[in-house]
C-alpha cells in the first residue's frame, strides 16, 4: 500500500504545472504586444532614465515569463525517505 502512494505522489509531481505556463505566456504577450503594438505614443518617457527604466523592466519581465514557463514543464524532485524515522525517536 505505501509503495503504490510513494508512485502516485511521484507520477503526479511530474506533471505540469499550466498555472505557471499560461502566466509566462500572458507576460511575454503583453511585452511583445507594447513593443508591436500599434500606438507608438502609448509608451514614451520624458527623460532617458525613465526610458533604461523602461526598457529594463520590459527585458525583466520577459525573462520572469521565459522561466514560469520552463518551471512549469520542468518536473518538481521530491524525494520520499524510504525508512522514515520514529517519531518518538529522541536520536539527534
Request: hydrophobic letters at 40%; one cysteine or more; a positive charge.
Amino acid at each position: 500500500m505505501d509503495k503504490d502512494w510513494n508512485e502516485r505522489f511521484e507520477r503526479d509531481q511530474n506533471k505540469p504545472r499550466h498555472w505557471r505556463i499560461v502566466v509566462g505566456l500572458l507576460l511575454i504577450a503583453v511585452e511583445a504586444k507594447n513593443h508591436i503594438g500599434p500606438d507608438p505614443n502609448l509608451l514614451t518617457a520624458d527623460n532617458p532614465s525613465q526610458q533604461l527604466g523602461m526598457h529594463v523592466v520590459a527585458v525583466l519581465l520577459v525573462a520572469l515569463g521565459c522561466w514560469l514557463i520552463y518551471s512549469g514543464f520542468k518536473p518538481k524532485t521530491v524525494r520520499i525517505p524510504k525508512d522514515p524515522p520514529d517519531v518518538g525517536s529522541t536520536n539527534i
